[in-house]
Every structure is written in C-alpha cells, then in structure tokens.
C-alpha cells in the first residue's frame, strides 16, 4: 500500500523537504528544463546519479546542461549502447540499495523525470515497487511544465507500440481488450492507434484549467483522429489535480479488469504516463502500460521550464488501507 500527496509549485527552491535528499535521480539531454530543479534544489541533494542520453551531444542546451552537472560534480551514467542503458539502470537500483543498506532512517529519493524516456523512469518505478524494503522509501516524482510547443504534423509515426518491461501480462487473454488512451498534443502519436487495437478507447484528455493551448491541440486531434468516440468514454482531467485524476483511472480500470483485460496506453503528458505506472504496479500488472513511440524519429522539441514544477510524493505504508491526500 502507499499514500500519494501532490505539491504544485513556482518556488521549488523554497519547498521544506524536511529532510535532505539522499538521492536525486536526473538526466542529461537537449531539453532546457532537464537541469531546473537540480539547480533549484542543489543545496538539499546529499548524493546523486544523472542518466545521459547517447546523442544530441552537439545540441546548445546538451552542451549546456552538460557543464552545469560536470562543474558540480554530478555522477553521470551513459547510454549510448543499449548494454551501457541496462547498466545504467542496474547501477540505479543498486544505489537506491546502497543507501537503504546504510541507514536507520526514511531514505527519500527525488525522480526529475522531466526529460526522461518512459523507459527510464518505468525502470526506476518498477525497481522500487519491488524492493523489499520498499517501506523505508519516501518517492519524490517532480515534473518541471514546459511552455507551450505546438507539435508538427510530420512522417514520423509509431513505429513502436508494444507493453511495457515489467507492466504486462504476458498470458494469452481470452477476455476482450479495453484501451485507454493518454491524449497528450502530438498528432504521430495517436495516428492509427485506435486501429491499431481494433476497439473502441476510452480517452483522458487534460481540461481547459491546466493551459488552453493544450487543451485546444488535445481536443483537436480528438476530433481529427479520434472521432466517433462515444461522449461517455471521453474524460477530461485537470494535471494540476493528480490525486482527483488517479482516482478517475482507478474507478475506469478497476471496473473494467472484471471483464476485460485492459490496456493503458499514454501518449502524453508525463504526469499521466507515471500515474498510469503506479496504477498497473498497484494492481501488479493486471492493468497493462504499453508504449508508444516512433522509436528514433521522435520529433525533437526544445522544452522550456516555467518554472511551476508539479511534485507528487509517495510514502509506502504497511498493514494500512490506503491513502490519498
């Protein structure tokens, strides 16, 4: 069991975390916000791992964010083989262990996920789930919001729609599939997807509170590639409100795992993919995330801080029903 609590914030600095942070856990890559809340926080961090992307090493804010984690020190992990990503990934686990091994306390580990492929901070999630000592961890999720980037329409789409490592079931169903579908702003993302599992989805979508233009793009590609979906199977969500959002996916998914076997397949935002992970994690992969990407022909947006970062903290608890706050 676990308690989720949400903090939406503009001065991450000036957050009493109470405790330092025995491990902030990073990334380095191309996207301006991918150093926003190491530099905001930096004082708090007693140690820290920062997973580097292989390429886009030329790119101005790759380079950037490069020296800003290099002149302080950082420990930088890189992946730019695929058996280099494993160990990376395995050397994370094998930290968060480290750390529990040496203390008598709460160990809070902060995730900027941010910048992250759903791959990596899957991994990191699914690692902790299934620690032992799981109960000795206070989980830190903090995601810096971008300024609006409206997505081109270009011949990039999914080249890769396939379960999540770690987030499926791998029997062979004998009950029909519910799909539901994370709608972000990229259009590749959702071209053919409803096809692709030959149903009729359920769609989350995020509401006109959060930012208009999203929402516009959002119910635009709804009605361009979505359409004849039934008003009944759409939800709309407010990503400021995570915890109000979690309970809507629970009540949807829990009700249909009676009789389906259900899918969730998050195409944006990331706030919504790791509530979708917790969510198959909490019912131990009876709820399936798969992923679906263009693989190497992502298109490469620039994402820039605006400085509201959204913290989602998760305790563990033991022999208690669980809570949400």
């Given at each position: 069991m676990f308690k989720l609590k949400q903090i939406n914030t503009e001065k991450l600095s000036e957050i009493d975390f109470a405790d330092s942070i025995d491990l902030f856990i990073g990334c380095l890559g191309y996207e301006e916000r991918a150093i926003y809340q190491a530099k905001e926080i930096?004082?708090?961090?007693?140690?820290?791992?920062?997973?580097?992307?292989?390429?886009?090493?030329?790119?101005?804010?790759?380079?950037?964010?490069?020296?800003?984690?290099?002149?302080?020190?950082?420990?930088?992990?890189?992946?730019?083989?695929?058996?280099?990503?494993?160990?990376?990934?395995?050397?994370?686990?094998?930290?968060?262990?480290?750390?529990?091994?040496?203390?008598?306390?709460?160990?809070?580990?902060?995730?900027?996920?941010?910048?992250?492929?759903?791959s990596w901070y899957s991994h990191i999630l699914?690692?902790?789930?299934?620690?032992?000592?799981?109960?000795?961890?206070?989980?830190?999720?903090?995601?810096?919001?971008?300024?609006?980037?409206?997505?081109?329409?270009?011949?990039?789409?999914?080249?890769?729609?396939?379960?999540?490592?770690?987030?499926?079931?791998?029997?062979?169903?004998?009950?029909?599939?519910?799909?539901?579908?994370?709608?972000?702003?990229?259009?590749?993302?959702?071209?053919?997807?409803?096809?692709?599992?030959?149903?009729?989805?359920?769609?989350?979508?995020?509401?006109?509170?959060?930012?208009?233009?999203?929402?516009?793009?959002?119910?635009?590609?709804?009605?361009?590639?979505l359409s004849r979906i039934p008003s009944k199977n759409i939800f709309t969500y407010p990503i400021n409100d995570l915890i109000y959002t979690y309970y809507l996916m629970e009540n949807l998914c829990s009700s249909l795992i009676k009789n389906h076997r259900v899918i969730i397949a998050p195409c944006g935002p990331k706030p919504f993919t790791v509530l979708s992970l917790i969510l198959s994690l909490k019912y131990s992969d009876i709820i399936e995330v798969w992923q679906i990407t263009p693989g190497d022909n992502l298109e490469k947006i620039n994402r820039k801080p605006t400085g509201l970062v959204t913290i989602l903290e998760l305790d563990f608890i033991k022999d208690a029903e669980q809570e949400i706050s």
């Open positions: 930096f004082d708090n961090i007693k140690d820290n791992i920062i997973i580097v992307f292989g390429n886009h090493e030329d790119e101005h804010f790759r380079k950037i964010n490069e020296e800003f984690f290099k002149k302080n020190n950082f420990n930088l992990l890189y992946t730019d083989t695929p058996n280099k990503e494993r160990e990376s990934l395995l050397k994370i686990d094998e930290k968060i262990n480290e750390i529990l091994n040496n203390s008598n306390d709460v160990v809070n580990v902060y995730i900027d996920y941010s910048s992250m492929t759903k699914l690692g902790i789930f299934n620690n032992e000592r799981k109960e000795n961890l206070k989980i830190i999720l903090g995601y810096s919001h971008a300024e609006h980037v409206r997505s081109k329409l270009i011949d990039n789409y999914n080249r890769i729609v396939t379960p999540l490592f770690g987030y499926c079931n791998l029997s062979v169903p004998n009950i029909p599939t519910s799909v539901v579908i994370g709608l972000g702003n990229e259009a590749n993302r959702v071209i053919g997807l409803k096809e692709y599992f030959d149903t009729v989805p359920f769609v989350f979508h995020s509401d006109e509170t959060y930012n208009s233009e999203y929402y516009k793009d959002a119910t635009d590609l709804l009605e361009s590639y």
